[in-house]
């Protein structure tokens, strides 16, 4: 069985702190990992995607793949209340088709 | 581009009643996933299509369920008879084959269905 673990939280963070999100994942031949938002009562929303080893930035937001921990992260710098959603990680397992297994989602929470 | 589109947005229905959800993909996307996302469960992959062909229907919880994808613009999941059980939100996401850059699922809305 494929799966994707997160820790399901809360995750309470202040204003401008670093808020840290974490994944793991069992399908060592997963190669292509993603981040989704997603506020309450919407649909998920990609942030970002991460295929290689390291770490990945976009704005506020920073991706970390380490392939051989099987372990992804989302970092969120200078947090913001409009940053309080649930974040889903996903992974494309091998296998050669496009579906994602998801993550059961980490609520973050940013107080002012 | 238009998204996902999905219909109706919401659905409230008695149980023992036909339900049809409804999803148009993005243009151009070859891949088309059903969801069912509930708090106890999270997101559930139902079913997917490539190229308006089921891959996989393993996360089909049983019989009364069912999906077509008679073309590439358009996909129904249906439910009969529902149950309250059912009751959740169905999202629609769509891909495209191709790098990890085309890998993205895009989500419809969502079907909030309630089934009484």
């Known amino acids: 069985q494929k799966e994707v673990e997160q820790n399901s939280g809360p995750l309470s963070v202040p204003e401008g702190a670093i808020a840290s999100l974490n994944c793991t994942y069992s399908d060592r031949g997963s190669q292509s990992f993603f981040w989704y938002r997603q506020y309450s009562g919407k649909s998920p929303e990609l942030i970002m995607f991460?295929?290689?080893?390291g770490d990945k930035e976009d704005g506020r937001f920073t991706a970390q793949l380490n392939k051989a921990s099987q372990y992804v992260s989302l970092l969120i710098r200078d947090s913001q209340p409009s940053d309080s959603a649930t974040y889903l990680c996903?992974?494309?397992?091998?296998?050669?088709?496009?579906?994602?297994?998801f993550g059961a989602g980490t609520r973050l929470a940013v107080h002012p | 581009d238009a998204g996902v589109i999905q219909s109706p947005r919401h659905e409230v229905t008695e149980m023992g009643q036909e339900v049809t959800l409804r999803c148009k993909p993005i243009s151009g996307h070859d891949y088309l996933f059903w969801y069912r996302q509930t708090m106890m469960r999270g997101l559930e992959l139902l079913i997917y299509?490539?190229?308006?062909?089921?891959?996989?229907d393993s996360g089909m919880p049983e019989d009364r369920f069912s999906a077509k994808m008679p073309n590439a613009s358009f996909s129904t999941l249906k439910i009969q008879p529902s149950e309250p059980r059912d009751s959740a939100v169905y999202f629609c996401?769509?891909?495209?084959?191709?790098?990890?850059?085309?890998?993205?699922?895009?989500f419809g809305p969502g079907t909030r269905l309630t089934v009484l």
């Open positions: 996401a769509s891909s495209q084959t191709g790098t990890v850059y085309t890998d993205t699922q895009y």
């Open positions: 299509f490539n190229n308006n062909v089921p891959i996989d």
């Open positions: 996903a992974a494309k397992p091998s296998g050669g088709y496009n579906k994602l297994i």
């Open positions: 991460i295929y290689s080893n």
